[in-house]
């Protein structure tokens, strides 16, 4: 299998994405500059979190016009996974690969720390190793998280089962101050309509090695570890 984990000015989980992929998976992983053309042949590409261009006029607004964001779509286009992780999923909207828009969290405040959020699909191949219902402790790092969209969209999505992680208490119960931002719908990660783009806030990478203090994130780097694999068999 190989990764690529694509680095904008201003990304700052390019090396957590790298150390997960490189080190904990055993995965060839590289980064790659957000000024090059063309991605390789890569088994799946990473948008990481961080602060493209300072998330001037909004979050991922100008790195959505990097050069790079173009050969994605391309290979979006192929059925090709990629994965947005925080400013990556703001990236991915801005894009037009992903349906709707972060904006400002509701407390107006830069929120970091760890939340809850459900598995409410396990048929992506983001989520196969998780079971449904799961509730995952897994850190939160961003000032806009909180993620809009039309009421038609926000249908959609729900009725393709295309929200893929959501908000909850530690007991898996939507409300009870378990939305940290006040996305629509308690919405912490979707995919598209072909299920090969996902994007969500929680950062995974930083959840994935005891020594962070949670593993919970592990089970989606080991679900696209194991998709890979039986793509390439195929």
Known sequence: MRAVV?????????????????????????FIWHREHELGDPDLVVLPGGFSYGDYLRAGAIARFSPIVEAVKRYAGRGGIVLGICNGFQILCEAGLLPGALRRNDSLKFRSHDVHVRVETTDTAFTRAYRPGQVLRIPIAHAEGNYIADPATLERLEAE??????????EGARGEGGNPNGSANDIAGIVNPAGNVLGLMPHPERAAEGVLGSTDGLGMFESLVAHCARERVA
């Open 6 to 30: 694509v680095t904008f000015p201003g990304s700052n989980c390019d090396y957590d994405c790298l150390q997960v992929l490189r080190k904990v998976m055993g995965v060839d992983t590289r």
């Open 161 to 170: 089962r295309r929200v893929v992680f959501r908000y909850t208490t530690r």
